[in-house]
């Protein structure tokens, strides 16, 4: 069950807290069925329900299309990106206290939801090495951890590595910008550690993410990860804000 204390924990405090939160029996943040999972079946069965999205960027698209209109006249830089739902409620208010108010324990029930989707499986399967979106060293102090690392650990702790993929730029918030100023505001924010970039040559990488907004920050990590000879760049991201219109 996620906590509710009003300090923020910090690493490896904030690790350890979720983990024992783990052990403990919960009830549903959502339904409020109890006792029963933090986010219990009945509810990822009606908000956790996987849509056609376009495979590049995860924008809800019509049954049967594959790829937005958007990907086919500027093909991103992701082989494949999937989004497990909507950046909505509720999702929008459970990664809200994940994210901003510092509890380390929705890391489990997320990472689940994640897990849920039918690409996910042959997604983390496919790849050689895990990499979490990283975080400015500023970012990092602000929030107490990174809650794309902690998803990544969920899903593949034996590939996971959050030492590749650098953020060594802190950049200003990105939200309210467009997806031209966000692009311009993540040039050079990311970047590979060289004494590790040997071991992208040919391999296949996979990004987790917890929301992806417009897609800059991806596409500016995968473009550096192609540039250092990853053979592949996907991407499996939890929530998805929808397109202007579409929400």
């Known amino acids: 069950m996620p906590t509710s204390a009003p300090t923020r924990l910090r690493l490896p405090a904030a690790r350890l807290f979720s983990a024992l939160l783990d052990l403990l029996p919960s009830q549903c943040a959502l339904c409020r069925a109890w006792p029963d999972e933090v986010l219990c079946r009945a509810c990822l069965d009606q908000f956790a329900v996987p849509v056609p999205r376009c495979r590049h960027c995860a924008l809800a698209v019509p049954p049967g299309q594959p790829v937005c209109g958007a990907c086919l006249r500027d093909p991103p830089p992701l082989d494949e990106c999937v989004a497990a739902c909507d950046y909505d409620w509720p999702w929008s208010a459970c990664v809200s206290r994940f994210k901003f108010a510092g509890e380390a324990g929705w890391a489990a029930p997320l990472a689940a939801v994640l897990r849920r989707?039918?690409?996910?499986a042959d997604l983390i399967d496919a790849a050689d090495l895990v990499l979490p979106m990283p975080l400015s060293q500023e970012r990092l102090r602000e929030r107490g951890f990174n809650q794309s690392l902690e998803l990544a650990r969920r899903l593949a702790p034996g590939r996971c590595n959050a030492h590749v993929l650098l953020r060594p730029v802190h950049t200003p918030p990105q939200s309210g910008l467009s997806r031209a100023d966000r692009l311009r505001n993540l040039r050079g924010a990311f970047a590979v550690e060289p004494a590790r970039a040997h071991g992208l040559r040919g391999?296949?990488?996979?990004?987790?993410?917890?929301?992806m907004t417009t897609g800059a920050s991806l596409s500016a990590a995968a473009r550096v990860l192609r540039q250092a000879g990853a053979a592949q760049v996907t991407a499996l991201v939890l929530a998805r804000t929808p397109a202007p219109g579409d929400a």
């Open 203 to 211: 391999r296949a990488v996979l990004l987790v993410d917890d929301v």
């Open 117 to 120: 989707h039918p690409r996910a």
